[in-house]
Structure formats: C-alpha cells, structure tokens
C-alpha cells in the first residue's frame, strides 16, 4: 500500500490533471520542463496529462531528447559508480544494489531514458521524498510522486519520445516561475508572503 501523500505538498501547482497543451509536440510525446518543475504527456486535440516533478540541480540534470526503453515496476536501484565515488557516505552501502519496495529511492515505477540505444542513466521514476517534488534537489533524474508516476506508467509505451525543454522554451510556454527560499517553486507573478513582526 503507497502512503497517501501529505497534503501539505499537494499546492494546486502539484496536482495531476489534464490540461489545455499549446506545445509542439505531437501526442504520445513526453515533455519536461525543469524550470516550471513540470511533465507533460501530451494527448490528441490539444491537450495533456500535466505533473509536477523533481529535477537536478543545474549541471546534473538531464538535457535534451531521449526514448523510453525500458519500464519497470519496483525498480532494483543502483547507484552510479561517479555517485558512489563521490558522495561515498550516502551511496557506497547500497553499491551493490537494493530491491524494489516502499523504500526504494526509485518508487513504484521507472521509465528509463535511452538515447541512440543506449542507457542514459537517467530515469523518471516515482520517489519516497514526497517534499522534493518541485524542487531541484535529485541526483539528476526526474522525480514524480509515487501515485503520478504509476498514471504516467500506465499511458506510455517503450519507445515513447522525452523532449526536455531549454530555458528559453520553458519562459515561452511557461513564463518565468519564482524560486522561493526553501526551493519550492511558483507562478510568474508570485511573491513571498509577507512575515509579520512577533509583539512584544
């Protein structure tokens, strides 16, 4: 049984739902957009099926077109020999790989990213760290709450297309999303609530 996802991480910016789509792609099409922290699975007639995601942080995060050429359900996870090289204290006890299951980084499900045949090393895939969606804190994959990812699973085939967006795609169709302090990110247009001064 998947946990419920705790509501307070459930902002109307991160709520599954179909969409209007004025994007180019052609349906059946995945589209990333790591700046609006966003994934569309473009349908026919102008729409898509929208989720919120987590992505890399700049650098790690993965560029350009891929395919799907692989899918699994509770994914075996293993970390990558440069994660375990350099970052030992949080990878070098699972080198040896750990099983799918509720706590298993990879979640429910996996769609591996290939390009040109060959595996990326990159995945969307479910996550056990419902706080991060929404924010670029993975290792580089694309990050969607365990209850999205098993929708998004259930709609794509092997061979199914991955466009990630650049940035000055993202500002067109997207606008410019606002960064807060804790890396939660929001519309054009947001601005921080103001703090009001404690009494006394």
């Given at each position: 049984?998947?946990?419920?996802?705790?509501?307070?991480?459930?902002?109307?910016?991160?709520?599954?739902q179909e969409v209007d789509y004025t994007g180019p792609e052609e349906a059946n099409t995945i589209v990333v957009d790591p700046f609006a922290r966003r994934l569309y699975y473009v349908l026919p007639n102008g729409r898509a099926m929208r989720y919120a995601v987590g992505v890399g942080p700049e650098g790690k995060a993965f560029r350009g077109n891929a395919r799907i050429g692989r899918?699994?359900?509770?994914?075996r996870w293993t970390p990558t020999q440069n994660m375990i090289r350099t970052q030992p204290e949080l990878y070098a006890e699972y080198a040896a790989g750990l099983p799918g299951?509720?706590?298993?980084?990879?979640?429910?499900?996996?769609?591996?990213?290939?390009?040109?045949?060959?595996?990326?090393?990159?995945?969307?895939h479910g996550t056990i760290d419902n706080?991060?969606?929404g924010r670029a804190s993975s290792a580089g994959c694309i990050?969607?709450?365990?209850?999205?990812?098993?929708?998004?699973?259930?709609?794509?085939?092997v061979g199914t297309r991955v466009k990630v967006r650049t940035e000055a795609e993202s500002r067109a169709y997207e606008g410019e999303w606002v960064e807060d302090?804790?890396?939660d990110i929001h519309p054009p247009g947001w601005t921080a609530p103001v703090q009001m001064a404690s009494a006394g």
């Open positions: 049984m998947i946990p419920a996802v705790n509501p307070a991480f459930l902002t109307p910016e991160k709520v599954r899918k699994a359900e509770w994914p299951g509720l706590e298993n980084p990879l979640g429910a499900r996996a769609l591996y990213l290939y390009r040109y045949g060959r595996d990326t090393y990159y995945r969307i706080r991060s969606i990050r969607l709450f365990n209850q999205d990812i098993m929708d998004l699973y259930e709609r794509v085939d302090a804790n890396g």
